[in-house]
């Protein structure tokens, strides 16, 4: 089971760092509490939200994007398939 803490997040922000996304927290009147600025590969998550809604727009976020496995490191494909997480598309 997927566990909510600090230490998860920085893991999915390194993952998305790895496939070339930067990762910004800021406010903003986002519809979802987040925004994907695709040309730029920059992504944008509410800065008032907590650890779970951070991580929860991320996977969402991941679940939208095509993440290739050649570009992730052992260390983030592992913790993909170790956390099972079926909604990225890698």
Not at 48 to 66: A, C, D, H, K, T
Not at 76 to 84: I, Q, T, V, Y
Request: net charge positive; with cysteine; glycine share 6%.
């Amino acid at each position: 089971m997927f566990k909510y803490t600090p230490n998860n997040l920085k893991k999915l922000e390194s993952l998305l760092g790895e496939a070339g996304y930067i990762i910004r927290y800021e406010k903003g009147r986002f519809v979802s509490g987040y925004c994907i600025l695709e040309n730029r590969k920059v992504i944008v998550v509410n800065k008032y939200f907590e650890v779970e809604s951070r991580i929860n727009s991320l996977l969402e976020i991941m679940g939208q994007l095509p993440l290739e496995e050649e570009q992730l490191s052992d260390a983030a494909r592992d913790f993909l398939r170790n956390n099972h997480l079926q909604s990225v598309r890698v």
